[in-house]
């Protein structure tokens, strides 16, 4: 059972610039990863996919596209999300989530809310100001 951890969130002006880690307590390859966020009141909403390694093919919300950026280190086992460009539009509790493992490639058609992730980490703060 892997265990997530966030990390890196803080506040952060427009324009400006945050990255989130995700620490994996065992190597992450054969999981399809993802980025969610959540505001209070609001559904949550996927941010970023990224799938397993032998795939590794990458998915973004419209909102998010051109300005983050998915990646893995698998050697650290950490997962990231380079946000550039932030807009106050980004404030939001951030999770990283999990999946698998997965023999083959998850290759979603829509983010979707999560719902079909197995682990979730604590989650981190992202405020954006203007």
């Known amino acids: 059972q892997v265990q997530l951890a966030e990390s890196g969130g803080g506040s952060a002006q427009a324009g400006g610039s945050l990255r989130l880690s995700c620490e994996a307590s065992?190597?992450?390859?054969?999981?399809?990863m993802a980025w969610f966020r959540q505001v209070p009141g609001r559904e949550r909403e996927g941010v970023a996919f990224?799938?397993?390694?032998?795939?590794?093919?990458?998915k973004y919300a419209d909102t998010v596209k051109d300005r983050f950026t998915i990646s893995k280190d698998r050697a650290k086992k950490t997962l990231y999300l380079q946000m550039n460009s932030l807009e106050l539009e980004d404030t939001a509790t951030y999770y990283c989530?999990?999946?698998?493992?997965?023999?083959?490639?998850?290759?979603?058609?829509?983010?979707?809310?999560?719902?079909?992730?197995?682990?979730w980490g604590q989650g981190t703060q992202v405020t954006v100001s203007s």
């Open positions: 989530a999990a999946k698998g493992p997965e023999f083959f490639a998850c290759r979603p058609r829509q983010l979707g809310s999560g719902d079909d992730y197995n682990y």
């Open positions: 065992e190597y992450i390859g054969s999981y399809c």
């Open positions: 990224i799938d397993i390694d032998v795939d590794g093919g990458t």
